[in-house]
């Protein structure tokens, strides 16, 4: 089921082999694309790598803009960027727990696809920091709602998706909803839908917020729940998103964006 090309509602799943990167390079000339990233307190180790790594398969040839979010601004190194493309650096607050740094990334979306975003770029893809591009990532990604399959469930039943399960939560899936398991840690879109995406899920988190729970998964678990009533025109594989310490790695012949491996305790605290 996972391993197919279209969804259920004709959405193209985005496959090495799928695409003729030539024609839609060709398509996406003159598109402004935007990368967002948070790298708050002990995750700015990850940036540098990360951006680097960008430079080098991310959107190579197109207009590109890092909005990276940190709390230490003064602390950045910018990577050598290529022409045309520009690195934004913005201040953030740093939560003390890390479900909240995480979270708050769904707040400032909500403000930046709204107030600066729309004049500045056509796309939005919205990353985790802790990762680093390993393989072409390119205009391919590009829809007006995209998501990517969690590598640990492209092969699951939807009985097995870790959706959020408690109906006194926003973020509640019932069983027998729901089409594929997304990760957080990569999805995108014009840059109005992920106005609609991030307010949606900012409410959904702050009504949540009031009754004292968290979802199990914070805003993955947002995410998934808007996805499921809000359909992605464009879902990526788990080429995407990948950990070579995940099982079934024979199956994904590149793997564009790899999860970098941390100790949680470390770098959490
Ligand atoms: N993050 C951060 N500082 C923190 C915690 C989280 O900058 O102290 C950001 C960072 O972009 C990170 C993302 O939130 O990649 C999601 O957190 P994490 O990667 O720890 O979640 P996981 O991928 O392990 O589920
Ligand atoms: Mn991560």
């Known amino acids: 089921m996972a391993l197919n090309?279209?969804?259920?509602?004709?959405?193209?799943?985005?496959?090495?082999?799928?695409?003729?990167?030539?024609?839609?390079?060709?398509?996406?000339?003159?598109?402004?694309?935007?990368l967002f990233v948070f790298a708050v307190k002990k995750y700015i180790r990850f940036l540098l790598p990360f951006l680097e790594s960008a430079e080098r398969y991310f959107m190579v040839g197109h207009n590109v803009t890092y909005y990276v979010f940190t709390d230490k601004v003064n602390e950045v190194v910018k990577p050598k960027m290529a022409d045309g493309h520009i690195l934004q650096l913005h201040d953030v607050v740093a939560d003390q727990?890390?479900?909240d740094v995480s979270m708050r990334r769904m707040e400032i979306l909500t403000v930046f696809t709204k107030e600066h975003m729309p004049n500045e770029i056509d796309y939005l893809v919205c990353a985790d920091v802790d990762m680093v591009f390993n393989d072409h990532v390119g205009v391919e990604i590009l829809g007006d709602l995209v998501a990517t399959i969690h590598p640990a469930y492209f092969l699951s039943e939807k009985g097995a998706?870790?959706?959020?399960?408690?109906?006194i939560s926003t973020a509640y899936i019932p069983h027998g909803h729901g089409d594929f398991y997304y990760m957080a840690a990569l999805?995108?879109?014009?840059?109005?839908?992920?106005?609609?995406?991030?307010?949606?899920?900012?409410?959904?988190?702050?009504?949540?917020k009031k009754k004292n729970i968290e979802a199990v998964w914070?805003?993955?678990?947002?995410?998934?729940?808007?996805?499921?009533?809000?359909?992605?025109?464009?879902?990526?594989?788990?080429?995407?998103l990948w950990d070579t310490i995940l099982p079934?790695?024979?199956?994904?012949k590149k793997k564009r964006f790899l999860a970098v491996h941390k100790n949680h305790k470390e770098v959490r605290n």
């Open 97 to 99: 727990r890390w479900q």
């Open 218 to 240: 914070q805003e993955e678990s947002h995410l998934n729940r808007y996805l499921v009533y809000n359909k992605p025109t464009k879902v990526l594989s788990p080429e995407y």
């Open 187 to 208: 999805y995108g879109g014009k840059v109005d839908e992920i106005y609609k995406l991030s307010m949606a899920c900012q409410k959904g988190i702050v009504e949540d």
């Open 5 to 34: 090309v279209l969804t259920p509602w004709l959405a193209p799943i985005i496959w090495d082999g799928t695409y003729d990167i030539d024609i839609l390079d060709n398509q996406h000339n003159s598109t402004r694309i935007g």
């Open 248 to 252: 079934n790695g024979e199956l994904i």
């Open 161 to 167: 998706f870790t959706y959020e399960r408690r109906p």
